[in-house]
């Protein structure tokens, strides 16, 4: 049995598009997912993908990551390393008047009721 999800599995959990030699733990979780995947990535146990995510070539995400990439999208550049237990969200509530928070709302409800900001994130190699 392997520890890694195969082809089926890895399209069943939303990934769109995925290259050569990629090695995806069978404990991570998908969410409302939109990913493309280059070559040579790894993703460790415990991570937690949502919305529109990007990764390029020669990238690990360390175990338990969240990457809430939300409608604007999270770019990992090729030679991207994401430590353990890091977090990193595209859109949020901006908790700074009385508003509800979006957790629970539809889309319709969000915008009505819930100030978001959104910004894309992309991550560089910086060497």
Do not use: P, W
């Not at 995925?18 to 991570?47: F, M, P």
């Not at 990457?67 to 890091?86: D, R, Y």
């Amino acid at each position: 049995m392997s520890y890694y999800l195969n082809k089926n599995q890895q399209f069943e959990l939303g990934i769109n598009k995925i290259g050569k030699n990629c090695k995806i733990s069978k404990k991570i979780r998908g969410y409302s997912l939109k990913c493309v995947i280059s070559n040579n990535v790894r993703i460790d146990d415990d991570v937690v993908l949502k919305g529109k995510i990007t990764l390029k070539s020669n990238v690990h995400i360390a175990r338990g990551r969240t990457l809430s990439g939300g409608k604007n999208g999270i770019i990992l550049e090729n030679f991207s390393t994401l430590s353990n237990f890091c977090q990193i969200f595209t859109e949020t509530d901006d908790y700074i008047k009385t508003t509800v928070s979006g957790g629970t709302l539809d889309d319709k409800e969000r915008k009505k009721l819930a100030k978001l900001t959104q910004k894309e994130f992309q991550l560089e190699n910086l060497q």
